[in-house]
């Protein structure tokens, strides 16, 4: 029966990321075509509701696997790291990679710039690591068959 919910829930998730990325392109498209149009608020308001069905169920799936013992500390022990990493990235980038006439124009400071440098050398460093992470798992597959 868990195996059965759980590919449930699966397929659900897919689902409202499929028609989130469907309602996020219709969505792009109309605000460059004409921002003034109805279809502007309803594709709008449509893709937040779907945006937030997603999130709520993908917490709603989070937790229901944390619910097992032993994974809610390797969970948190996750996150903190994760977020002491964010920490000493921030602290390592400069802020001054935007011109200042740039951060001007969009209304950001010396300090968004260095939260925005920090997330993308966080994406970067899990993007590699996932693929590592990837790499090592096939080639130790292929090592246990023979």
Avoid: H
Wanted: aromatic share 14%; with cysteine.
């Amino acid at each position: 029966m868990k195996e059965k919910t759980d590919k449930m829930l699966t397929l659900v998730m897919l689902l409202l990321g499929v028609l989130c990325a469907v309602f996020a392109f219709f969505f792009a498209v109309n605000v460059e075509t004409n921002p003034q149009s109805g279809l502007f608020d309803i594709v709008f308001w449509i893709l937040v509701a779907m945006i937030a069905v997603s999130i709520v169920a993908a917490l709603i799936f989070m937790f229901k696997s944390l619910a097992e013992k032993g994974k809610l500390l390797k969970f948190f022990i996750g996150l903190i790291a994760v977020v002491a990493v964010l920490f000493v990235l921030y602290l390592l980038s400069n802020g001054s990679d935007i011109s200042a006439g740039m951060l001007d124009r969009y209304g950001a400071t010396e300090t968004t710039s260095k939260w925005i440098g920090a997330f993308c050398y966080l994406v970067y460093i899990l993007v590699i690591g996932a693929a590592c992470a990837i790499l090592y798992t096939e080639i130790a597959k292929s090592f246990k068959k023979k």
